[in-house]
């Protein structure tokens, strides 16, 4: 500018700047690639669980073996006596689903009433998406809520594991609110254990030497 004269580069300085400029993006590129993944799952995970993200995902400092993912206090529908009988829920780390009497017999270490693996689940929070499932899994037969021997639930908010060929479990809440996140929560459990199925059957088909299509 003012009486300074620009000029065309030559060939020479064009390829070094190219060369400079295309080393500057590649790493850029490779950082943004793994930062783009952690941004999108923090942002899952807040619109998900509300509050703050995880700031070192990549490198998490507080592990969760043997901790709690979550707990609380659900209804749960006992086929046995067809009664509701509140229930303290402790998810693990392994993400399973373990059911006590009370949040005291979680304390103690006393064996839970009930423990579910998710995997193959469906987490529902309807009974019309429960009705829908049945119809369609048991051809010829049209099944209605109010028909024995379905659930009638509680309350207006209800949460339900269904799985096509294993015992489905039936809860129920106070609130849409709990509902909303007790239903995020089973959706977590059955999407982790379903990844560790794949994971395991990964590992042994890789030992046994069998390629998966």
């Not at 669980?49 to 998490?60: D, F, N, V």
């Not at 021997?149 to 096509?164: D, G, M, N, R, S």
């Not at 929560?185 to 590992?203: F, G, I, K, P, Y």
Request: charged fraction near 25%; proline fraction near 3%.
């Amino acid at each position: 500018m003012g009486d300074v004269v620009s000029s065309h580069l030559d060939e020479g300085k064009r390829e070094i700047i190219t060369a400079r400029t295309r080393d500057v993006m590649r790493e850029f590129g490779e950082t943004y690639q793994q930062q783009y993944a952690v941004a999108l799952f923090n942002s899952v995970r807040y619109e998900i669980e509300g509050g703050g993200t995880q700031s070192q995902l990549l490198h998490r400092k507080d592990p969760l073996v043997d901790r709690s993912i979550f707990s609380g206090n659900l209804f749960q529908y006992l086929e046995e006596n067809r009664k509701w009988r509140n229930r303290f829920v402790f998810v693990a780390s392994s993400y399973s689903i373990s059911l006590y009497e009370s949040k005291t017999a979680h304390d103690r270490s006393l064996h839970p009433k009930v423990t579910i693996n998710c995997a193959g689940y469906r987490a529902l929070k309807s009974m019309e998406e429960y009705m829908d499932l049945v119809n369609n899994s048991l051809p010829g037969v049209k099944a209605r809520p109010s028909s024995s021997p379905f659930v009638k639930c509680a309350t207006q908010f209800p949460l339900i594991l269904w799985h096509p060929y294993a015992r489905h479990h039936y809860f129920c809440v106070m609130t849409e609110k709990e509902q909303t996140k007790w239903h995020a929560v089973l959706q977590d459990c059955v999407r982790h254990t379903n990844n560790a199925v794949c994971e395991d059957v990964s590992e042994l088909a890789h030992a046994k030497g069998v390629e998966l299509v």
